[in-house]
């Protein structure tokens, strides 16, 4: 791979990076906020998720998540060894359970979900 190529792919990991902590901190801020239809809304699966949507690759389960920083620091797939599956888990029974305060209560998942995206090694 040429420099320029190199270099626009660190460019493209750093950007989806961004976008990944914005749509964490939206999720910390419903949460705050007791809102679990704006957190509905927002979505908090693979399919908004600005990493999988470059390597995913549900086409070939071999090469799934390979390249994904998240990938890179924990050696998992589909964010395994990451806290998302405990937010998620919670979040999900929140929605389809009492929309409002008990999104609270799950704050401290959505916050260490950002805190990991935020300490990957780029």
Not at 48 to 58: I, K, S, T, V
Not at 92 to 111: M, T
């Amino acid at each position: 791979m040429d420099m320029a190529a190199t270099n626009r792919d660190i460019a493209d990991v750093r950007r989806r990076r961004t976008l990944s902590l914005k749509h964490w901190r939206r999720l910390e801020e419903y949460a705050i906020d007791g809102d679990g239809w704006a957190i509905e809304h927002e979505g908090y699966s693979a399919d908004e998720c600005a990493f999988c949507e470059r390597f995913l690759n549900e086409d070939e389960p071999s090469l799934r998540c390979i390249g994904c920083p998240i990938w890179g620091q924990t050696g998992e797939t589909l964010c395994f060894r990451t806290p998302y599956y405990q937010a998620r888990e919670q979040l999900l029974a929140q929605v389809f359970d009492e929309i409002g305060s008990r999104v609270k209560q799950f704050y401290d998942q959505i916050i260490a979900m950002r805190l990991f995206i935020e300490d990957l090694e780029l």
